[in-house]
């Protein structure tokens, strides 16, 4: 999801979805493209049906699935990744620990596919042991809990560097409403005509009433703040993409 604000339905649209969710939520930690999260979860369910064999397997078999996955001698990435989906998909506690170790220091070639094999065990496992729903939240940029992670770009009125008060007064009230939201910092850089924010949003929290306020409390202190902004949970904008907005739209 990327969005100029302006854009009130989406908004309200996502967060009535979220709303409207009952159980157990799951959100990936880590920053996965989301083609690729779709890709795996398409090729992990292949692999269990291709794979009919008595469920959860044993200790013995996970370790030694486990042994072949972190062998030095295989370099072969199709088959890291299917080794990674039998253990996903096992309903193994033990396959579960084996992830949760290789995930500390993964192979390179698969680092994304082991974030992915984690959470579908863990997934797996929690189904197993409750009767609660397990709803899977995937955004490319991830989150933390029931947190999302988002990315939000905002410009200067006018084009005009921020005076070192305002900037001061930007960093005061992002950290004070946002912490009052119960949200996370994780970055907040200001440009010279601009300002980043990263943060952690509870996904029941209506994130543009926030963004709003955000830039009106701001705005109080002299009207520096543009009132269009730039949200997105896919990708960090780049220097590149932040300056072609800057240069492009100004105040608009």
Avoid at 6 to 30: A, T
Avoid at 101 to 119: F, N, S
Wanted: charged share 30%; proline share 4%; with cysteine.
């Amino acid at each position: 999801m990327g969005m100029r604000n302006g854009g009130e339905d989406v908004f309200k649209d996502i967060r009535d979805s979220f709303d409207s969710l009952h159980g157990h939520l799951h959100i990936l930690e880590q920053r996965v493209p989301v083609e690729l999260q779709m890709a795996y979860f398409k090729y992990s369910d292949r692999v269990r049906k291709e794979n009919p064999a008595p469920r959860p397997f044993s200790e013995e078999e996970c370790e030694r699935l486990y042994e072949e996955l972190v062998s030095s001698d295989t370099a072969d990435r199709a088959r890291k990744r299917y080794l990674l989906c039998l253990l996903a998909t096992s309903r193994s506690v033990r396959a579960y620990r084996l992830l949760e170790e290789y995930v500390q220091a993964p192979d390179p070639l698969v680092t994304e596919w082991a974030y992915m094999a984690l959470m579908e065990s863990r997934i797996s496992l929690e189904s197993d042991l409750s009767n609660e729903k397990q709803v899977y939240i995937s955004t490319g940029m991830g989150g933390k809990g029931e947190k999302l992670r988002f990315y939000v770009l905002m410009l200067s009125n006018g084009k005009k560097p921020f005076l070192e008060y305002q900037r001061q007064t930007i960093e005061r009230e992002f950290a004070y409403y946002l912490e009052k939201a119960d949200c996370e910092i994780e970055r907040l850089t200001i440009g010279e005509q601009y300002v980043e924010l990263l943060f952690l949003l509870p996904i029941r929290v209506d994130i543009k009433p926030l963004l709003d306020r955000l830039v009106n409390e701001c705005n109080q202190y002299g009207n520096f703040l543009s009132a269009s902004y730039t949200v997105t949970n896919v990708k960090e904008l780049t220097h590149e993409e932040i300056l072609e907005l800057v240069n492009k739209d100004g105040n608009n």
